[in-house]
C-alpha cells in the first residue's frame, strides 16, 4: 500500500500526519514502529492519524500513536501541526477531535498556531494514576532512592520530577515501570503513553525543564503538551 504523509515539526518534536484511507483497519504497533524507525522508516516522535469520516460535531478526528506503536490519548505539537496543515482546506479556527475530546484550534500565521487542551486536570483519576488521594506531591522508591513528583493531566498523563539541576539530572525508564498508570486506550497497566520532565524553579529566572517521553524513544525537546 502506498501512502501519502507529510513529515512537520512542533516545537522541537517530530510528527508524522497521514491521512487515514477510508475503510482500512488501523495500523498495526509493527507498523508503527516500523514507521517510527529514524533508519528505516520515516522517523518521528508521534504519529498524528487523520480518520476519513469527519466527527458528528468537529472538523476531524485524530488518533495518536507513539513510535513504539503504543496508541495515546493526546499530543498538543501534533495537534498544532495537524491545524497548521488542514487550515487552507478548514479555515485558520478548527475544531479536531480526538479519544481526549474535542481541540479547539488557531492558526495564527504560516508558522505559528495555538490549541486550547482545556484545563489541567490533577485528579489521580483523571490520569489515570493510582493513589489513595489528590496531593501536590507523591513520592515513589525509585531503585532505593525516593523520587518527589507531580501528577497531571492534559489528555495525557504527564510525571513531573524536581531536581537541583536540569542538565545533570539522570534521565531512564526506570521510573516508568514503578508508576502506576492505566491507559484509557487499552486498559492496561504501565506508562508507555506518560511523559515526564524534570524541572528546576529559580527565584532569578523561569522554570527549566528536560521532557522524557516514554514511547518515543527518551528525551525530547518538548512535551506534547508545551
Given at each position: 500500500m502506498?501512502?501519502?504523509?507529510?513529515k512537520?515539526?512542533?516545537?522541537?518534536?517530530d510528527?508524522?500526519?497521514?491521512?487515514w484511507p477510508?475503510?482500512?483497519?488501523?495500523?498495526?504497533?509493527?507498523l508503527?514502529?516500523?514507521?517510527g524507525?529514524?533508519?528505516?522508516?520515516?522517523?518521528?516522535?508521534?504519529?498524528?492519524l487523520l480518520?476519513?469520516?469527519?466527527?458528528?460535531?468537529?472538523?476531524?478526528?485524530?488518533?495518536v500513536?507513539n513510535?513504539d506503536?503504543?496508541?495515546?490519548?493526546?499530543?498538543?505539537?501534533?495537534?498544532?501541526?495537524?491545524?497548521?496543515?488542514l487550515?487552507?482546506?478548514?479555515?485558520s479556527?478548527?475544531?479536531?477531535v480526538?479519544?481526549?475530546?474535542?481541540?479547539?484550534?488557531?492558526?495564527?500565521?504560516?508558522?505559528r498556531?495555538?490549541?486550547?487542551?482545556?484545563m489541567?486536570?490533577?485528579?489521580?483519576?483523571?490520569?489515570?494514576?493510582?493513589a489513595?488521594?489528590e496531593?501536590?506531591?507523591?513520592?515513589?522508591?525509585?531503585?532505593?532512592?525516593?523520587?518527589e513528583?507531580?501528577?497531571v493531566?492534559?489528555?495525557?498523563?504527564?510525571?513531573?520530577i524536581?531536581?537541583?539541576?536540569?542538565?545533570?539530572?539522570?534521565?531512564?525508564?526506570r521510573?516508568?515501570?514503578?508508576?502506576?498508570?492505566?491507559?484509557?486506550?487499552?486498559?492496561?497497566?504501565?506508562?508507555?503513553?506518560?511523559?515526564?520532565?524534570?524541572?528546576?524553579?529559580?527565584?532569578?529566572a523561569p522554570?527549566?525543564r528536560r521532557?522524557?517521553?516514554?514511547?518515543?524513544?527518551?528525551?525530547?525537546?518538548?512535551?506534547t503538551?508545551?
Amino acid at each position: 500500500m502506498k501512502l501519502a504523509f507529510t513529515k512537520m515539526n512542533g516545537l522541537g518534536n517530530d510528527i508524522m500526519v497521514v491521512e487515514w484511507p477510508k475503510g482500512r483497519p488501523p495500523p498495526t504497533p509493527e507498523l508503527v514502529r516500523r514507521w517510527g524507525d529514524r533508519r528505516r522508516g520515516v522517523g518521528f516522535d508521534q504519529l498524528m492519524l487523520l480518520e476519513s469520516e469527519p466527527p458528528s460535531s468537529g472538523d476531524v478526528s485524530y488518533r495518536v500513536f507513539n513510535a513504539d506503536g503504543g496508541e495515546v490519548q493526546q499530543c498538543g505539537n501534533g495537534v498544532r501541526c495537524v491545524a497548521s496543515l488542514l487550515a487552507p482546506r478548514f479555515g485558520s479556527e478548527l475544531t479536531l477531535v480526538s479519544p481526549a475530546g474535542a481541540v479547539a484550534a488557531k492558526v495564527l500565521s504560516a508558522d505559528r498556531a495555538s490549541v486550547d487542551l482545556g484545563m489541567p486536570d490533577f485528579r489521580p483519576a483523571a490520569l489515570p494514576f493510582l493513589a489513595p488521594a489528590e496531593r501536590d506531591r507523591y513520592r515513589l522508591d525509585v531503585g532505593g532512592r525516593a523520587v518527589e513528583f507531580g501528577a497531571v493531566s492534559m489528555g495525557n498523563p504527564h510525571v513531573v520530577i524536581p531536581v537541583e539541576s536540569v542538565d545533570a539530572a539522570p534521565v531512564g525508564t526506570r521510573a516508568s515501570t514503578s508508576v502506576s498508570c492505566r491507559s484509557r486506550a487499552t486498559g492496561e497497566f504501565g506508562c508507555a503513553s506518560t511523559n515526564a520532565a524534570r524541572a528546576r524553579r529559580s527565584r532569578a529566572a523561569p522554570a527549566r525543564r528536560r521532557p522524557l517521553r516514554w514511547g518515543s524513544g527518551g528525551v525530547s525537546l518538548a512535551p506534547t503538551s508545551s
